[in-house]
């Protein structure tokens, strides 16, 4: 992204005095002090997401406002990603042109914080002195103090949110993310988690109970539960079943219509996760990472289920929750993945019609297990491989799509779509926010709709991931 695009996201921001209703493009969130202004920009997943909300909850907390523009800005914080190749890149082209606005006004305080700074902290701090202050995954609880240039001690740990910590949501009012966890205590030779945010830790069941709460009183009325692996939640503490006992506990709350999960483990899913999928409340979406299916290739990524056994995973978890939507990643360009190896994966993608599908191209991280297998396959042809899994993957989306059309359905009301085109964008159960598709909803010249968080929707269209409906009043 050049830097003439870049400004022109963070001029297109609005600034609404209730932080829950400002819509986050590219996730660029900006605030502003007493006197002084303060512009952060949140780079990454949505683990990352929260991480920001809880910096400007701090900030927010301390007395400081927001404002659009870090030219502006008397500080600017740049909270990055550093998990593969892309997060990287867009990270190093957010600092250099952080870095350049400090050098044009070298009183604006530079504050850079996440994944990528607990990476490469030595090696950034040598190549760009005029960053103030950097701070890690364990910091950002800190974020005053640093801006502020007072003495500060980090933990040696990651950062890990609980119900008492600030935090300003930025998604839409109908929805927010809850982080249950922070770390990974697997081992996928491919991933450098483990690495930068250490094994896995639980939050207890009862602070997010009670932020569950906080949440739902402020209006939210679906929660997206997220981790690097929300099936482990719990086993650190030593709980069986955590993520059921959880789910059971936030059923209870009330207000709270949907509870969705995100990145789980496939081999963890368990009977007792689906039973309590079927409760109405829980929606039937599990989002299960396979990332190959060949025997081989799953050996070296030390990752569980060839294809064999996660098609009947699978047919399993399709026969036991109704309507179930299926979401999973997948990398090409693996070392040892050649055409053959190709060849069955693509043959798994048609065989498992899995509703959403995201794909990447393998990134080589230093000091993971995979490094040394090296990086043979070039960078075009796993762009190659995932464009034409995903060209498979849009035929079978747009075909599971049209069951959809003639029904009515309940969808959560999210805010309007693109200037001039007269819609209300909202999601289904079966649509996680960000990553799958939307309901476009016919707004017939009324803005009612606005001011409910749900709505019945008449299906009237569906395309390769979106449908259409009108409001059924």
């Known amino acids: 992204m050049g830097a003439e695009s870049w400004r022109s996201i963070l001029e297109a921001i609005p600034i609404e005095q209730d932080m829950r209703t400002m819509k986050c493009l590219d996730k660029a969130v900006l605030c502003r002090e007493r006197g002084k202004s303060v512009a952060l920009l949140s780079l990454g997943c949505a683990k990352n997401l929260v991480d920001s909300e809880v910096m400007i909850g701090y900030l927010q907390q301390a007395g400081y406002r927001f404002v659009r523009d870090p030219e502006q800005a008397d500080a600017y914080v740049v909270n990055t990603c550093g998990f593969i190749r892309p997060a990287k890149e867009e990270a190093e082209e957010a600092l250099q042109n952080a870095v350049r606005l400090k050098r044009r006004s070298p009183e604006r305080v530079l504050v850079v914080t996440g994944c990528y700074v607990e990476r490469y902290r030595n090696s950034l701090r040598e190549r760009y002195p005029e960053v103030d202050a950097w701070l890690g995954v364990n910091a950002f609880d800190k974020i005053v103090p640093a801006i502020e240039k007072r003495p500060f001690r980090a933990a040696a740990r990651t950062f890990l949110c609980s119900h008492a910590t600030p935090r300003v949501l930025t998604t839409p009012a109908s929805w927010a993310y809850v982080k249950i966890s922070e770390g990974c205590s697997h081992r996928c030779s491919f991933c450098a988690i483990p690495l930068i945010k250490g094994p896995y830790r639980s939050r207890s069941i009862s602070s997010i109970v009670k932020e569950a709460e906080r949440l739902a009183s402020r209006g939210v009325r679906e929660l997206n539960l997220i981790s690097q692996d929300s099936t482990y939640f719990g ?239």
């Open 235 to 473: 086993r650190d503490r030593g709980m069986a079943d955590g993520l059921v006992r959880l789910l059971r506990r936030l059923h209870d709350v009330p207000k709270i219509r949907w509870i969705r999960v995100l990145y789980g483990y496939p081999n963890e899913v368990s009977e007792a996760l689906l039973e309590i999928m079927k409760e109405k409340k829980i929606c039937p979406y599990l989002d299960l990472p396979f990332q190959h299916c060949h025997p081989r290739v799953l050996k070296l990524m030390k990752r569980p289920l060839d294809r064999a056994r996660a098609l009947a995973l699978l047919e399993w978890i399709r026969n036991r929750v109704p309507n179930v939507a299926i979401r999973t990643t997948l990398i090409v360009g693996f070392p040892g993945e050649g055409r053959r190896e190709f060849a069955e994966l693509k043959d798994f993608v048609r065989e498992a019609q899995i509703d959403h599908l995201g794909v990447f191209p393998y990134s080589c991280e230093e000091e993971t297990a995979a490094f040394r297998l090296g990086n043979p396959v070039p960078e075009s042809e796993k762009e190659r491989r995932r464009k034409e899994i995903m060209t498979l993957q849009a035929g079978i989306s747009k075909t599971l799509l049209r069951k959809y059309v003639g029904t009515t359905m309940e969808v959560l009301i999210e805010g309007p779509g693109r200037k001039g085109d007269r819609t209300i964008l909202g999601r289904t159960r079966f649509q996680a926010p960000e990553v799958d598709g939307q309901v476009k909803i016919r707004a017939d010249g009324t803005s009612e709709i606005y001011f409910f968080p749900m709505a019945k929707v008449e299906i009237t269209a569906s395309g390769v991931y979106d449908l259409q409906g009108k409001l059924v009043r």
